[in-house]
């Protein structure tokens, strides 16, 4: 079973530019998550989709954060504009507890630098 | 609002001790709790699960214990290898599965040889 896929891997930008990362779930997993995790900490939940529709987007910064999950598979994450302390990894999780299945996959990240 | 808080923060161990690592979190009506693996500049990785009705799982050299009243999980690492340096992070899911994980800041393990 292929992983969660995450792409690009790293990204360098100036402060006010955008920037979008993308990812792809597990196949048939329902649920999707974006996590932001600055450097020392544990991630932190941006925002949670349940097919294309979206469940949780309470810590999400709407004022320069968006995301969407089209036809309910993979997602986008932007930033616009970016800034300083928006440098962290973004990691993206899938998981399917309406197939029974509870634990969470993790993809391998993507590292932003704001500079 | 639940708090999920990891001890030590960082440890260093010579290879083949025995360790655990301690996770306490603040809400004890948690649904699951979940142990991580992150390697450097990786994503994570999951090591074990337990569901808020089980004490405890096993895999290989890893035992994950969970006290769901006193709001405590442990992870007991058993003949500590070198390639078990990583940071482990903790991680409870509150409510229903399906909901998002709230996680520690982790516990940073370095295993010398």
């Known amino acids: 079973e292929a992983g969660v896929a995450q792409s690009p891997r790293y990204k360098i930008i100036e402060k006010r530019q955008s920037v979008a990362f993308w990812c792809n779930p597990i196949?048939?997993?329902?649920?999707l998550y974006w996590y932001q995790q600055i450097l020392g900490q544990g991630p932190k939940l941006l925002i949670q989709f349940q097919n294309n529709g979206v469940v949780d987007d309470s810590q999400l910064p709407k004022d320069r954060f968006s995301a969407e999950r089209l036809k309910g598979v993979d997602s986008t994450l932007k930033i616009q504009p970016a800034k300083l302390e928006d440098s962290a990894v973004y990691l993206c999780?899938?998981?399917?507890?309406?197939?029974?299945?509870?634990?969470?996959?993790f993809g391998s990240g993507t590292r932003l630098t704001v500079v | 609002k639940q708090e999920v808080t990891q001890i030590p923060a960082a440890l260093s161990v010579p290879e083949g001790e025995n360790l655990v690592l301690n996770c306490s979190f603040t809400?004890?009506?948690?649904?699951?709790l979940q142990w991580f693996r992150q390697d450097p500049g990786k994503g994570l990785t999951s090591l074990l699960l337990i569901q808020s009705s089980q004490r405890e799982q096993t895999s290989g050299r890893l035992n994950a214990s969970l006290d769901k009243s006193s709001g405590r999980s442990t992870l007991y690492i058993a003949a500590s290898q070198p390639g078990d340096s990583a940071t482990y992070l903790c991680a409870v899911n509150l409510g229903q599965a399906g909901t998002a994980l709230i996680f520690g800041k982790g516990t940073t393990l370095s295993v010398s040889s």
């Open positions: 809400d004890s009506a948690i649904y699951n």
């Open positions: 999780a899938s998981s399917s507890p309406d197939r029974g299945e509870y634990g969470y996959t």
């Open positions: 196949s048939g997993h329902a649920t």
